[in-house]
């Protein structure tokens, strides 16, 4: 079962990185009329990262939004002002490769690899397999100096991460502690069926195969130079989305405008290339001192519930949240509901601080 759940999520992962990463016409209308302005933070001093903010001056605690495979800040882009609103500080944040921060080519960015970072303490199946800089120890590293010097709140901050998100939340938890991750919220956080350790043996050299055709041969590039329409991502998120209105034109605009800038589809190729690094378990099994939440879309198709209760078991998860009538992607499906269980997590992590 592991097995064909893998190959469906590479298969996936492909289709959306084709929609992605080709010419695209344009939809009319372009960007919402109230986004968030996009800032720009200058990391290591070296890549640019873009990110949106609101609600700076409030008192309240501080939120940091991490999105999923594909995604970017604007996937927040019905609860980075909400939450703001109920008196919140909320940024959200694009991962390196992702949205519209750079876009190194993987093998040239040994400067922040936070694999190399770490000076051999990350060996084995925890390493990305072809060395890349694109890992989560690279995107933890990331968050906790995105925290450090932008969030800039001696509190600490909370992360709500979806999706691959969420292990590089757990991995910035893990690696910065409390002082500067104060608790977890993770939405469908991502199984990794791809990784090596879920990959039937006979599977593994089969895969391996398929990644590295599409990776390094004029497959790859033939594939990722054919002409894709805004239909053929909304085919895509429709399998995630449960909530298929909600898959709308001001989605796939927010989806397709990075993913058609150059080096997204070198990202992608060496993302579904990534069979190593951490899985949530170990993160959550390492994770001692850091309170998470897991809220889970009861009809996500791609990471299923059902393969993820056991995580509700780890002492350090507080709180394990099915979440009816939506998918993969429960903060874009049902902002409301999500942005209303962010409130009862932040209020609960931080008592005298913030109140509901």
């Given at each position: 079962r592991e097995s064909r759940s893998s190959m469906c999520i590479l298969v996936s992962a492909l289709a959306l990185a084709h929609a992605l990463t080709a010419v695209v016409t344009p939809i009319a209308g372009g960007r919402?009329?109230?986004?968030?302005?996009?800032?720009?933070?200058?990391?290591?001093?070296?890549?640019?990262?873009?990110?949106?903010?609101?609600?700076?001056?409030?008192?309240g605690p501080s939120v940091v939004l991490v999105h999923g495979f594909g995604g970017n800040a604007d996937h927040w882009r019905d609860n980075t002002r909400a939450l703001a609103e109920q008196g919140l500080r909320v940024f959200a944040i694009d991962l390196l490769g992702y949205g519209l921060s750079d876009k190194p080519a993987?093998?040239?960015?040994?400067?922040?690899?936070?694999?190399?970072r770490r000076a051999g303490s990350v060996t084995g199946t925890n390493c990305h397999p072809l060395g890349s800089g694109y890992n989560f120890y690279t995107w933890a590293d990331q968050v906790i100096d995105f925290t450090n010097e932008v969030v800039s709140d001696t509190r600490g901050a909370l992360m709500v991460c979806n999706s691959v998100g969420g292990v590089a939340g757990l991995q910035a938890a893990v690696d910065a502690g409390p002082s500067v991750v104060r608790g977890v919220f993770m939405l469908d956080p991502s199984l990794r069926m791809l990784h090596v350790k879920r990959q039937n043996p006979l599977q593994v050299p089969f895969t391996s195969a398929f990644q590295t055709l599409l990776r390094e041969t004029p497959v790859g590039l033939a594939f990722f130079g054919a002409v894709a329409k805004p239909d053929a991502v909304?085919?895509?998120?429709?399998?995630?989305?449960?909530?298929?209105?909600?898959?709308?034109?001001?989605?796939?605009?927010?989806?397709?405008?990075?993913?058609?800038?150059?080096?997204?589809?070198?990202v992608f190729l060496?993302?579904?290339?990534?069979?190593?690094?951490?899985?949530?378990?170990?993160?959550?099994?390492?994770?001692?001192?850091?309170?998470?939440w897991i809220g889970w879309g009861e009809q996500d198709p791609w990471e299923p519930i059902d393969q993820g209760r056991k995580y509700g078991d780890?002492?350090?998860v507080q709180r394990f949240i099915p979440l009816p009538g939506v998918g993969h992607c429960p903060q874009d499906e049902k902002p409301e509901l999500v942005n209303d269980l962010v409130r009862q997590f932040v209020a609960d992590l931080c008592p005298g601080e913030y109140e509901i």
């Open positions: 919402a009329p109230n986004r968030l302005a996009d800032r720009t933070w200058l990391w290591k001093n070296e890549y640019s990262v873009r990110y949106q903010a609101a609600g700076e001056d409030n008192e993987p093998l040239e960015m040994q400067r922040v690899c936070g694999e190399v909304r085919n895509v998120l429709r399998q995630a989305y449960a909530v298929e209105e909600r898959v709308d034109d001001e989605l796939i605009d927010a989806i397709l405008t990075p993913g058609t800038a150059e080096g997204a589809a070198r060496d993302f579904i290339s990534y069979s190593g690094g951490p899985l949530p378990e170990d993160l959550l099994e390492a994770n001692s001192d850091v309170p998470v780890y002492d350090c």
